[in-house]
């Protein structure tokens, strides 16, 4: 309960996309109803010795899961669970589908009818991947030599980070080359680097002018291709993104994506946003979609362009911020970033992903680096979104003095400048004056938390340092409670409110209560919070009924509090496993963060109740 994590996916989408920040229409998949097979396949598919059979894997036209209609493995499929802990999805039923299956033509009508030029650029086509299921891996390549003209592909790299599995060895190189000689290129880091060091070793190999890079779980559109390369041709400063479709982990079912951008919360996780409205407003699916940044499962760059503006910044670790950071720094230094509806590509939503340690670790290191380099002012909102201090935030995120000079050197905008026209639907907090945890300084281990989103009830629970028990202050006297509402496309964090009836502290939507003075607090750092309509404080008492015997109250201040226990040093959220037994958290004054200590007042005989205090709220710099 009342855990929450940021929402959104790393950069690799591996994860469902976070619904909650579409649209209900747009969160809706949009049922295929043209499922013709596409012909493309079997045209280009030439006799061949057939090379996958021996290996378990089937070629060609038909089979079990043409058309991108979902399949099971029947009778035989039980041991697909272990398949599914390994990738995360059904790798043994993915064995049983043709490399070659034909998928639905997910475009829009009208880009059918669109013709583009002869002379269009050549593509390197880049896969990156570690620990994925051979035949997933094999299905992207073949999807990608059967839905590109020939002429237009000039390579494909294959970048293996590390794998552990042996048939990503001998069996991929052998494979390969005897299918599609000279034209697979094979880069094998020999340790494990992120996909995101990945990424920049293929662009190394890569010799076409555009490049583009995929994870290797996807499966192509027809005509995926020209779109993109007619936009390059134009203009070689633009990103491209092809839209994303969606192939079922369990079922491999292939299944429309509506029409989005790219955008991201202030945490900086990337989430499928409703195109900008000029877009909606002009009717036109086939035109390409502003987008603020990008998923990062599928990109398409020029390659000299992108060695320009500095690739991917070489100091993020693993996966996670880079496809926000490079949105960023594409607009702010002049380029620009969009979704060609006309260039599609699904790609599998992986329920787990092969880097799981500390998948959010490396987020928000990444998270920072981006922060600290491209957001001037506005780099607080990324801190306060992962509910951690500004200094000494106890993240180490590395050198960032290459990319400020990088930033410096092309001259780039600012960021506020990047909000307002390319991101206008993100929510500003720049009123904020402090924010963090709310412990009482009596039962230091619990946190004023926004508990249950349904039932409009702040409550006392564990601390655990996530989103959910985020509080602000801000300089009019709101005190809110959970996550940033981040963007215009969800709502904002609901405000605590003291409506005078009951002892209960309620949280509201800041802009629905009765009187305004009643969503107003007063507040000093490890004094009383006041509310400014009834006088009242918000405090902690005892009870037996209460979760953790702790109940959350407004009433009348209680004199003890001024003498409650002083705090000492400055806290990092805890890390949620923590929570101290009521005993402890009464008797013992919260342990501070090393480096960071000061002599802490003798831990005294508490009284009850006791007033909530802001003693782990930092300040913004
Ligand atoms: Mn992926």
Not at 156 to 174: M, T
Not at 330 to 341: A, F, K
Request: with cysteine.
């Amino acid at each position: 309960m009342a855990v929450q994590k940021p929402v959104g996916d790393v950069t690799n989408v591996n994860q469902p996309p976070p619904r909650r920040d579409l649209a209900p229409h747009l969160s809706l998949l949009l049922l295929c109803v043209d499922v013709a097979a596409s012909t493309h396949t079997l045209a280009a598919c030439p006799a061949h010795p057939r090379l996958a059979k021996p290996m378990g894997l089937v070629e060609g036209p038909g089979g079990l899961g043409q058309g991108g209609a979902a399949a099971t493995l029947g009778e035989d499929g039980h041991d697909a669970e272990g398949k599914y802990e390994e990738y995360g999805y059904n790798a043994q039923l993915s064995d049983r589908i043709s490399l070659d299956r034909s998928i639905p033509d997910y475009r829009p009508k009208k880009c059918k009818q669109l013709t583009y030029p002869e002379d269009l650029p050549q593509i390197s086509v880049v896969f990156i991947f570690v620990n994925e299921a051979l035949s997933v891996i094999l299905r992207s390549v073949h999807s990608v030599v059967n839905h590109t003209p020939a002429h237009l592909l000039k390579e494909i790299i294959l970048v293996d980070d590390n794998s552990d599995s042996v048939e990503l060895k001998f069996n991929l190189d052998q494979y390969v080359n005897k299918r599609y000689p000279g034209l697979v290129k094979i880069v094998r880091n020999s340790k494990r680097e992120g996909l995101i060091r990945a990424r920049l070793h293929g662009w190394n190999a890569a010799t076409a002018p555009v490049v583009g890079f995929f994870d290797a779980h996807v499966e192509f559109n027809s005509g995926w291709s020209e779109p993109i390369l007619t936009r390059m041709k134009e203009d070689h400063t633009r990103i491209i993104l092809p839209a994303i479709d969606n192939i079922k982990y369990n079922t491999f079912e292939v299944q429309q994506y509506a029409n989005a951008a790219h955008g991201y919360n202030w945490g900086l996780w990337c989430m499928y946003i409703i195109p900008p409205q000029e877009w909606l407003d002009k009717g036109d699916e086939t035109a390409p979609i502003r987008t603020p940044a990008m998923i990062g499962c599928s990109f398409v760059v020029d390659r000299e362009y992108f060695g320009e503006i500095g690739l991917l910044d070489p100091g993020m670790e693993v996966y996670g911020g880079e496809n926000i950071e490079l949105g960023m720094r594409v607009w702010q230094c002049g380029g620009s970033m969009e979704v060609l509806p006309c260039a599609r590509v699904a790609h599998i939503e992986r329920t787990k992903k092969p880097y799981n340690n500390d998948i959010d670790y490396y987020a928000k290191r990444n998270a920072l680096r981006a922060a600290e380099v491209w957001m001037d002012e506005y780099k607080s909102h990324v801190y306060m979104a992962w509910n951690i201090p500004m200094n000494n935030p106890g993240v180490d995120f590395g050198d960032v003095s290459e990319r400020l000079a990088l930033r410096k050197r092309l001259q780039c905008r600012s960021f506020r400048w990047y909000l307002e026209h390319v991101y206008p639907e993100m929510r500003i907090y720049n009123n904020t004056i402090t924010y963090g945890e709310v412990r009482n300084s009596k039962a230091s281990g619990y946190c004023l938390d926004q508990g249950s989103e349904d039932d409009d009830k702040a409550i006392l629970y564990p601390c655990h340092g996530m989103s959910s028990q985020l509080a602000r202050y801000s300089s009019e006297g709101l005190l809110q409670l959970g996550p940033l509402g981040s963007t215009t496309f969800l709502p904002d964090t609901k405000c605590l409110v003291d409506d005078g009836r009951g002892r209960t502290p309620s949280l509201k939507k800041c802009d629905v209560v009765s009187r305004v003075s009643q969503r107003l607090w007063d507040f000093t750092q490890n004094g009383p919070i006041i509310s400014r309509d009834t006088g009242r404080c918000l405090e902690v008492e005892m009870s037996k009924d209460a979760n953790f015997g702790l109940r959350l109250v407004v009433q009348r201040c209680s004199e003890e509090q001024r003498l409650a226990a002083p705090v000492c040093g400055i806290f990092t959220p805890s890390d949620g496993n923590r929570a101290p037994s009521l005993a402890q958290a009464a008797e013992l004054p919260p342990a501070s963060v090393e480096g960071e200590q000061r002599p802490c007042g003798r831990a005294r005989r508490l009284k009850w109740p006791a007033s909530l205090t802001f003693s782990h709220m930092y300040r913004i710099e």
